[in-house]
Structure formats: C-alpha cells, structure tokens
C-alpha cells in the first residue's frame, strides 16, 4: 500500500506543472476568451530561459542573433527564476498584442487555432535556436527524500505542489476579492457593458496575459530539474492542462488545479500499475489518464445539440461546389503522369509526397472541411493505418490491393470511436478530445514494442498486382514509376469521391452540420449519424494515405506519425485551405517532403524552418484569410464571373403554387385536428419558462402565437420541436411525438428559428435543399423560392443577404419539406410593412398546398390578416384564445400585450420589440 502512495505523491511533480499551466489556461480564457494551446510552448520557453540563466547565459530566441548573450557569471536561483517569469509575462503581453487583440470577436474555435499557430512557432524556435544544446538544470529545492512507508519520496514534489497551490490560492483570492478580478469577471460577461462601465477590456486582458503567462512559466521552471528539458515533451505538457482546465469548465480555478494534481499522481501510479501488473500494456497507460478524463467528462457534460442561444459560430471559409468534375480529373491525371514521366530521384520522390499527402489532406477537408470537426488526429489516423498494413500484409500475407483497403477499414474504426465525442460535444472541446487520442495512440501503439517492430519499425510487404512489382524499389530506380502511378491513381479516385460527397445529399448534410447543428436537426438532419459519417469517411482516406506512406518508406515507423508531426501538418492544411478539394492537393505541394519543402530546401537551405513559417502562416490565415490559400484563388476566379441581377423582395405579383402534399386533406370548417399540444411545461431551475399549455391546430388553419417578450412564445416552440426538455404531450397527426428534433422533423413537423440560424456558408439553394429527399427535391426547391420571389438568389451565399431576403430563406427551407405543420418563429422580423403584408400572402399560398402552420410574430398586422386563430400567451401560459376579432379585444390581452385596443385590422396597436428572452 505505501509503494502506491509513494508513486501517488511522485506524481504530484507533473501534477503540479498540469495544474499550472490548467491555471494559465483557465485565467486567459477568463479574460479574453482563448483556449492557448501554446500555454505549454511559453512554459518551455520560460523554462529553457531559466536553465540558460543559471549558466549564466541569456537565451535569444530571435533568429539573425546570438543565440546567447554571456552574463559574465551563473546566476542564482532567485534572480534567474524572476527574469525568466518576467520574460514570459512580457512573451504573453506580446502574443495578446499581436495576435488575439485582432481577434476579440472571432469565435473561440478560431482563436485556438491561432493558438496551435503560436506554438508551433515557440517550439521552432527554441529547437533552431538551442538545438542539441540542452543545458541541466539544478535542483530548485532541496531533493531531500520523505519516508512514506518503507518508500521514499523526493521532497521537491511536494514542495512543487505547494507552490502551484499557494499561487493558485492567490489567483483565486484577487479574482474574487479585488476591483481587478471583478472587472476581469466584467470584461469576461459583457465586454460592451465594460465599457459601458469605463473599464478598458484591453487593460485587463493584458494584465491577465501577463499574469497567466508568469504562471506557465513558473510552471515550467520548477518542473525543469525533474523532467528534462526537451521541445516536444513540454509543449505536449498541454494536453493534461487542457483536460484539468475542461473539467474545470475553464471557469473554477480551484476544480482546475486540483484535477491537474489528480492527473498527474493517476499518471505516476499508471506507471507503477504498468510495471507491476503483467497483463496491462506496457506502453500508453498514463497517457491514457487524461484521454479517459477528457472523454468521459465531455460524454457527461455535453448535450446532443447546443441550447438555445448557445450555438457556436465558426467560420472556415467556404466550400465550394466542384463543377466540370470530368475535365478536372482529366486535366489532374495529365499534370500527374507529366510530373511522375519528367522527373526522377528525390524530385520524384517529392512529386510522390505531395500525392500521399494530398490523399492525407483530403481526409481534413472532409471532417474539418465539410463537418465542421476539427481533428488533429488525422495523421495518426494515417498511422493506425501503415501500422494495420504491415499487419496485414507481413504478418497475414493479405495481398494488394485487398491489405491497404483493410488497414484502411481499420483506421475507419478508430476514427469512429474518436469521433463518439462528437456525438454530445463540438468545437473546441472536440479538438481537444482528438489531440488527447493522438497523443494515446502514439504512446500506446506506435511507440509499443508489443505490437510493431519496436524501434526498427514494422515492415510492409511491397504490394503486387498480377505478378507486376508496384513496389517503390530501392537503389538506382528508386523512386520506381510504377509506385508513381499507384499513389496518383489513389489520389484521383480520393479527390473524385470527395468532390461527389461534396455534391451530394450527405455533403449538403455535413456543411448543414457544419453551419448550425439546431438548424440541421430541425430539417430532419440527424446531427449525430452525420458527424460519425464524416469522421469513417475521413479516417478511411486519411488511413489510405497512411499506408501509402507506409509502402514509400517500407516501414511503419512511429517518427513519422508522431503527434507534433500531426499538428505541424494540420497547420499547413488550414494554410492551404481545409474546406476544398484544391486547397488540399495545394497542401500536399506544401507539406513536409512534398515538392515545395524540396525546393525550398535544395535550393533555398530552407528546410529547418519550415515549421516556424507554418506556424506564422497559420496564425496569418486564421487572423486574415479562413479560406486558406485556395479561397484566394476561388474569389479570384468567382469575381471573373459576373453575378445576375436578383429581383427585388415583393414585385412579383405571380401566384406561384407548392404541389400539395400528398397526404394534405381538403380544408373544410370542419378539418380535423392536426396538431394537439397538451399540457407542455417547460423549466429551467425553479422556472417555469412554459405552463400547462395546450391547445389545437387544425387542418388548413394558420394559428398564431402572441405575447409580450417573456411570455414563453419561442421556448414553447422548443418544446414542440423537441430542443427542450418538457412534460406534456405533442400530438401530429394522431401520432404522439417524442425523441429528438429530426425525427419529429421527418414525421411532418418544421420550424424556423428566431435568431433564422441558417446556413451562411452555403447557397440560398444549398440551404433550402439541406436534408430534403426524393427524386423531385430540386423542382420543390425552385418552386418554393419562386414562391416566395427569391429564385434570383439561388447561388447565393446566405451570408451576402440581407435581413429579410434571410427571413425568407429560413420560411423556404420549411415549406420545401412539406411539413404537416410549420412552426414559424417570426418570420417577418427584418421585412417592412409592404414586404410583411407580402410574405402573409406567400404564406397563404402554401397553406392552399397543405402546409398548416404556428406562427409566432409581433407584427400585429401579420397575425391578425392571416391567422384563423390567435392563442396568447403571458409568462408561460395561455391567457386567452380565439379568433383575431375576439383577441383584439379581449381585456386580458389587451393588458398583458396589447396595450390599447384596436379598432381594425390595419390599427393594431405598437409593435414590442423582435426580441424574445427566456425568463429567468
């Protein structure tokens, strides 16, 4: 029992520096929204600093200088530990400087990416700037040893412990007490109320980078005589940090820190139970620790589709539709069989890196691309598949091409149990959850002399086909052109496969998934089966590259699929473009070893910094450009053609017609009931945002939904829709409803959205046809945008309208379903009196093809013109019901919302404001 609390209390050591740099992390997240994953990287940085100080040398990490400046003496271990924090609050008040104070409105995904930027260049600098010059560093506190048991264990740790503690119970104290951590608080809920208040965000986010960036950097520092110092490993550091800074919710300083010991002791006892339990691995179980933390955490805490209000907002450029696919493949095998004919040697060999790349970047474009998932485990994916191949092929003598498409298959299913995250969680949290495999897979898989080849790598058999050698050979012909044609007829058919997904049903699916998850489920998208598809599809491709690579190289080695390899690759992705089919076969020319870096290198001696200018062009395409390189040559090319003119809103005066459903029944006054809501109820804590509602739609009817904001109007639409939990019932057709928003979407019932969540990057016609089935969906397409006069804006980006021709974009993409029943969430908001007096008419229209629908506006003019029946509703409940005439006068509502009654239809009264909140 005492070994094990021996190796508990070691582990307090790592813990202490994962709680540091938790702590950094949740404190610049606090004060302006970034998730730094180059926490570690300034930790590094702060840590080298200081053991070059010690050897009383000034470490210069500009390139063009000295790499040191000689002190003239080694300095103490005070003086050295102040200048290094010091200088890495100075480092975080730059990186806020010139980077993230550009980015204060961009979305919290995009600042981490520009983060994953930093680090790299931190990383490559220190590796140029050091070298193999790794100084030691000594003790900080005395290593004197503490019996625990009949074991001992090294004082230092515990003192580490304290230390991280006793600053974090400082950082906790002046947050929580002091003028500073109550305008950080400020700055961190409203940054306009901030100002309001004359508090400067920028100040306070300053001083928070300092702050957090001394932190890591203390971090760093006492960590340095434990663990040596070396680049990747302490930049890694961030991987716990980050999942003691998740299950702090980035939020409490205290959960933070003290998940960050807890992983760091579970890691040193995982050590202990690996060496003493025969039956555990021998490699990967430590590292499992904070991937089992983060997965399981984010399982619990996530939800299947955000709430409301709480939709994330990414924008990575668009992705354009591949168009004249044929000529595309042709003009492709041409430049490849040219490239493949013309060269030999080691250009031919980076002609045939750039193809295995380009295969490897097209698995991105279709998980980060076109799903919206953004995995930095992609090359890793590639390696479960080289590591499959040999297995396959050496251990198996599985024959090509049958070997490669197995291991591929076996990538496939790694890539759906990293993607089950997926399933409850998105964005960041994802992000993180996938560099926490990466770096499982590596320790575990890679690196494990159990299941490869150990350190000489694990073979592959070279692949034949009908007796001919495809192999890449060795000696004189090397590179062989047959292995050539291999790697380009794989890319052709990867890239023709991904411009087809691109085109299809799944692909608008996934760019839906993409654009808003709440939206996508409300036109019977199922959010969940789309995710997964889209990490099999991208596993399967990245694990074809994976074995191709693995054949160029004849061994699976774990060097190549390591997982800071992985995030340098990613970088040069994201620069190339990771939304579309030419940004990644431009990445394949960038990548490491592709015909740029060969360039670049043999001409240029450019080559050892290649990941320092990735780093920095990543941070420039996050900050400038989210379409990447290729999205430069894609508005090039759109701005050549000329866009037609559209029409303007409400001057077509034609009666355009929906085909009625087939199942619509004939209105009549008698029409049956066809939508039943039956005591719904609605809370969130002790709130009861809905109450006991109930009413009916009937066949043919439009029912409207008033009341004053607050009343619960949007939130009982939820509920209906499935988005909330509730109680009660819905009834649509003599069917109970139940489960999630798409099956109910699917069994006849649609809704649009208060805040519209359409979807921006795709076309008014990609938006309308998003989840849509069936032979006739174009033709239902282009008969409801005629129907509602925005057939000019077809291909148009969502984004590019304006407010009311977006109102209408999100009233075409229900009606073109079909529904049994739409539920319309103020739809006219945005359109004037004549363009709302318009679209009434519209809606009128399509309730003559048998769309029955709940409309909730504030435009009192609307509801009372075109509404069979009002219901109203004031905080939470129904207050009254009946036709317009009798609710323009009943005295209830008129004092609840009205406010004076009216005297006709065109009298009504004030018009509250659009905006509709939740009560609390």
Not at 54 to 72: K, N, Q
Not at 265 to 291: I, K, Y
Not at 650 to 662: I, M, N, Q, V, Y
Not at 831 to 844: I, K, M, N, P
Request: charged content about 15%; aromatic content about 6%.
């Amino acid at each position: 029992m005492t070994q094990h609390l021996a190796f508990l209390a070691l582990g307090l050591g790592n813990g202490a520096v994962y709680a540091a740099l938790g702590l950094a992390l949740v404190m610049t997240f606090k004060s302006s929204g970034v998730v730094n994953f180059a926490t570690g990287a300034v930790a590094l940085y702060a840590a080298y600093t200081f053991a070059f100080l010690r050897h009383g040398e000034l470490l210069i990490p500009i390139p063009g200088f000295p790499s040191t400046i000689d002190l003239g003496g080694d300095l103490a271990v005070a003086p050295a530990m102040i200048i290094s924090v010091v200088i890495s609050a100075v480092l975080g008040v730059i990186l806020y400087l010139a980077v993230f104070r550009q980015m204060r409105t961009a979305p919290v995904l995009a600042k981490a990416v520009a983060s994953i930027g930093l680090m790299l260049v931190i990383q490559a600098l220190i590796a140029l700037r050091v070298g193999a010059d790794t100084p030691t560093v000594g003790p900080i506190f005395a290593p004197k040893p503490v019996e625990i048991g009949s074991s001992a264990v090294p004082a230092d740790r515990l003192w580490l412990a304290v230390v991280i503690v006793g600053i974090a119970v400082c950082a906790g104290l002046v947050l929580r007490y002091t003028r500073f951590g109550v305008a950080t608080e400020a700055a961190a809920e409203s940054e306009k109320g901030a100002l309001v208040t004359g508090l400067s965000p920028d100040r306070i986010a300053i001083s928070n980078w300092a702050l957090s960036s001394a932190t890591a950097g203390i971090g760093g520092i006492v960590i340095a005589p434990i663990v040596p110092l070396n680049p990747v490993a302490y930049t890694m550091f961030i991987v716990p940090a980050l999942a003691a800074a998740l299950v702090g919710n980035f939020a409490s300083i205290a959960v933070t820190v003290g998940a960050g010991l807890l992983i760091g002791m579970l890691q040193s006892e995982a050590t202990n139970l690996q060496s003493t339990w025969d039956w555990l691995p021998q490699a990967g179980v430590a590292e499992a620790v904070p991937l089992v933390l983060i997965v399981g955490f984010l399982l619990i805490r996530g939800q299947p589709l955000p709430g409301r209000g709480a939709v994330i907002r990414q924008y990575m450029g668009r992705s354009p539709r591949p168009r004249r696919l044929t000529l595309s493949v042709l003009i492709g095998v041409i430049i490849g069989l040219g490239a493949l004919l013309t060269t030999s040697g080691s250009l031919r060999l980076a002609v045939i890196a750039t193809m295995i790349f380009g295969v490897i970047a097209l698995s991105q474009v279709v998980v980060t691309g076109y799903a919206g998932q953004v995995s930095l485990a992609q090359l890793t994916l590639a390696g479960v598949g080289a590591y499959s191949l040999s297995r396959f092929s050496s251990d198996l003598g599985v024959p090509f091409p049958i070997s490669p498409l197995l291991a591929a298959c076996a990538a496939m299913v790694v890539g759906v149990l990293v993607g089950l995250p997926a399933l409850r969680v998105r964005g960041l949290p994802l992000m993180v959850a996938t560099l926490a495999l990466a770096v499982f897979l590596e320790a575990f898989w890679f690196r494990n002399p159990t299941f490869n080849g150990g350190m000489q790598g694990a073979p592959i058999e070279p692949p034949t086909l009908f007796g001919l050698d495809l192999g890449i050979g060795a000696g004189q012909g090397y590179p062989r052109l047959a292995f050539g044609i291999v790697c380009l007829a794989t890319i052709v058919i990867v890239a023709g496969g991904v411009a087809w997904l691109r085109r299809s049903r799944l692909g608008a699916s996934m760019l839906a998934v993409r654009a808003n998850e709440r939206s996508a489920a409300a036109t019977g998208i199922n959010v969940g089966v789309v995710k997964l598809a889209a990490f099999a599809i991208a596993s399967f491709i990245a694990g074809l590259g994976g074995a191709l690579l693995a054949y160029q190289q004849t061994l699976a080695t774990a060097g190549s699929f390591t997982v800071f390899a992985g995030i340098g690759l990613f970088a040069i992705f994201y620069v190339a473009g990771v939304t579309s089919i030419s940004g990644a076969l431009l990445a394949g020319v960038l990548a490491p070893g592709g015909i740029l870096y060969f360039a670049s290198d043999r001409y240029l001696a450019f080559g050892d910094y290649y990941m320092l200018v990735s780093g920095i062009l990543l941070v420039l395409t996050v900050v400038t450009n989210p379409d990447g390189l290729a999205g430069l040559l894609h508005r090039w090319m759109s701005r050549r053609t000329s866009a037609p003119t559209a029409p303007v809103i409400g001057t077509d005066h034609s009666e355009p017609t929906l085909a009625p459903r087939p199942d619509a029944p004939a209105r009549s006054g008698t029409a049956e009931v066809i939508l039943s809501v039956e005591a719904m109820t609605v809370r969130y804590g002790t709130v009861r945002a809905v109450d006991d509602v109930g009413f009916d739609v009937r066949s043919g009817e439009i029912v409207g939904l008033i009341g004053p904001n607050g009343a619960g109007k949007t939130t009982l639409i939820d509920a209906v829709g499935g988005f909330v939990r509730s109680d009660g019932r819905v009834v649509l057709a003599g069917t109970e409803l139940s489960g999630p928003p798409h099956r109910r979407s699917r069994a006849g019932l649609g809704r649009t959205f208060q805040d519209l969540e359409l979807y921006d990057e795709l076309s008014v016609a990609e938006n309308v046809l998003a989840g849509m089935t069936g032979s006739d969906a174009s033709e239902t397409c282009d008969a409801v945008l005629r129907l509602l006069d925005i057939h000019g804006f077809a291909d148009t980006a969502a984004a590019d309208l304006s407010q009311g021709q977006r109102q209408l974009v999100s009233v075409a993409r229900v009606l073109a379903r079909r529904p049994a029943v739409a539920l319309l969430d103020e739809p006219a908001a945005g359109l004037d009196s004549a363009e709302s007096r318009w679209l009434g008419d519209r809606l009128r229209a399509a309730r003559e093809s048998g769309v029955t629908m709940l409309l909730v506006d504030h435009d009192m003019d609307l509801v009372f013109d075109i509404c069979d029946r009002v219901v109203v509703l004031d905080l939470g409940r129904v207050i009254a019901s009946g036709t317009p005439a009798e609710i323009r006068s009943d005295p209830r509502v008129v004092s609840a919302y009205l406010g004076s009654p009216a005297h006709d239809e065109r009298d009504g009264a004030p018009t509250p404001p659009a905006n509709e909140e939740v009560p609390t």
